[in-house]
């Protein structure tokens, strides 16, 4: 499909395709006046990367048709999966999906925060039908972040963000990652300094039995203290294809998992004590927290130091709270590319 997402916002009004398009990609300060600024530029159809405590988001208005087309067309995102909501608050939320009283306890324990809750849509909702990819559930969060929850406000809308990175690519956890990725094709950039969980949120599917449909910054146990067992059949990534292991987050080097004796020439990333010869390590104590937090760094700097056609070799992390949300984020640093 070849689509011609025109701008029709800010200073550039060329006919230019987005895709040929050079935008000079301002760097926000989260301040009144910044978080104003990019306010306007999101009600005018504009993309602005926003911290969140997972990982940057490139937010757009989620009613906004344009706006999330953009969305699809600056990440180069291959197909059009559905994109996750954020939202400032319950209230919000509740006038976009409907909530019965599994989600209403589960958003009372786990939002503001990491939890993601696929709902059904409601009717009137007005987000664009390209967020939803057309299906009958939207998926809502709720962030933490100070950053983020100021400019939801500021906006006083929903916005679509998925991770600010090219399709494909290490998600961004710092402002810089964001312009090295995608610098030239948004409009602005807020910089609210590193993010501190450093993994995507967990995504809980409630549209139904609950299902995880992808681990992430809340840890399932946390969630089966609430719901019980939480069945773990879906796939978020692939929806139509469970258990295929798409390549995603994936790093110049190739990737090997689960590695206590690395191979000559491979750069050791390791997880705990019990690593000395490691060149990186996700958490030296064996925190999974700090683990977490560090993932995405630590894949960029591995692959910075492995070089053209390097190699990486990961310790194991064991399976279990934040490491399930590791461990999945690895698995697919380390898929054959296609
Ligand atoms: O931490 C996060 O969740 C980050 C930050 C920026 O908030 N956002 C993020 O968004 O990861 P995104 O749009 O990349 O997540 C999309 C995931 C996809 O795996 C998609 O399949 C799933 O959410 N998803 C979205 N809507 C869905 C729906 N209605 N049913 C099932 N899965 C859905
Ligand atoms: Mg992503």
């Known amino acids: 499909m070849d689509v011609d997402y025109r701008l029709a916002i800010g200073a550039d009004r060329s006919s230019h395709t987005l895709r040929h398009m050079h935008l000079d990609t301002l760097d926000i300060q989260p301040d009144e006046a910044g978080l104003a600024r990019a306010a306007a530029i999101l009600r005018a159809g504009g993309l602005v990367a926003m911290p969140t405590e997972t990982v940057y988001g490139l937010a757009g208005d989620a009613r906004n048709g344009r706006a999330v087309a953009r969305i699809f067309a600056a990440k180069a995102r291959p197909q059009f999966n559905p994109l996750i909501v954020h939202i400032p608050d319950l209230a919000m939320a509740r006038h976009l999906a409907v909530f019965d009283a599994r989600a209403e306890a589960v958003a009372a324990a786990f939002w503001p925060g990491a939890l993601t809750l696929v709902l059904p849509l409601r009717a009137n909702a007005g987000l664009s039908p390209l967020v939803t990819a057309?299906?009958?559930?939207?998926?809502?969060?709720?962030?933490?972040?100070?950053?983020?929850?100021a400019l939801l406000r500021a906006f006083g809308g929903p916005?679509?963000?998925?991770?600010?990175n090219p399709s494909g690519r290490v998600s961004p956890t710092r402002a810089d990652h964001v312009r090295a990725g995608l610098g030239g094709r948004i409009e602005a950039i807020i910089d609210g300094g590193p993010c501190a969980v450093g993994v995507e949120s967990t995504i809980l599917g409630l549209d139904g039995v609950p299902l995880l449909l992808r681990p992430g910054g809340v840890a399932q146990e946390a969630l089966e203290a609430l719901l019980g067992p939480i069945g773990t059949g879906g796939s978020a990534e692939k929806p139509n294809a469970p258990g295929q292991l798409a390549s995603h987050y994936a790093p110049d080097a190739g990737v090997r998992l689960g590695v206590t004796a690395p191979a000559p020439g491979e750069v050791w990333v390791g997880f705990g004590p019990g690593c000395e010869g490691a060149a990186l390590n996700l958490s030296p104590s064996g925190d999974l927290v700090q683990a977490a937090a560090a993932l995405f760094q630590v894949l960029r700097d591995a692959d910075h130091l492995a070089g053209p056609g390097g190699r990486i070799a990961f310790a194991p992390v064991p399976e279990q709270g934040l490491g399930r949300a590791i461990n999945d984020r690895l698995r697919r640093a380390?898929?054959?590319r296609s």
């Open 334 to 336: 380390a898929a054959p």
């Open 159 to 164: 916005l679509a963000a998925p991770s600010a």
């Open 134 to 149: 057309g299906l009958t559930t939207v998926a809502l969060r709720c962030p933490a972040h100070a950053v983020a929850q």
